[in-house]
């Protein structure tokens, strides 16, 4: 099982991108989705989550900018990305919990990441 985030390039602030990552492989369900970022120096931080029941979570520094969504028949989390400015620099690694076997009592997710795509805002 994997992710493949893409969507990722150079944009002026006050621009937008939108970013996708597609789960592939042999799955039997999946729960959370996220987007994390990481800026040079800094930790990984969460950017926004969604649930399998569609609730959503955003960090306070992009609310009101950023929305997540998901599309369930195709694997796929989203993250639109509207009026970004040069703080939002930083490689976005997307996140799920991904169910790898059929249900049994005990089962979990295993947690799943993608490899980052960069996004770069600069003028």
């Known amino acids: 099982v994997q992710l493949q985030a893409s969507g990722g390039g150079l944009v002026q602030p006050g621009g937008s991108l939108r970013l996708s990552c597609v789960a592939s492989?042999?799955?039997?369900?999946?729960?959370?989705m996220g987007w994390y970022r990481q800026a040079p120096g800094k930790q990984r931080e969460l950017v926004a989550l969604?649930?399998?029941?569609?609730?959503?979570n955003y960090a306070d520094s992009v609310k009101g900018r950023f929305t997540i969504s998901r599309d369930d028949a195709k694997f796929t989390v989203y993250l639109q990305m509207n009026s970004l400015k040069p703080e939002d620099t930083a490689s976005y690694y997307c996140?799920?919990?991904?169910?790898?076997?059929?249900?049994?009592?005990?089962?979990?997710?295993?947690?799943?990441w993608g490899r980052g795509t960069l996004v770069t805002v600069s003028s």
């Open positions: 969604i649930t399998n029941d569609g609730l959503t």
């Open positions: 492989g042999r799955m039997f369900g999946i729960n959370d």
């Open positions: 996140h799920a919990q991904i169910f790898t076997s059929q249900w049994y009592p005990g089962r979990s997710a295993e947690d799943i």
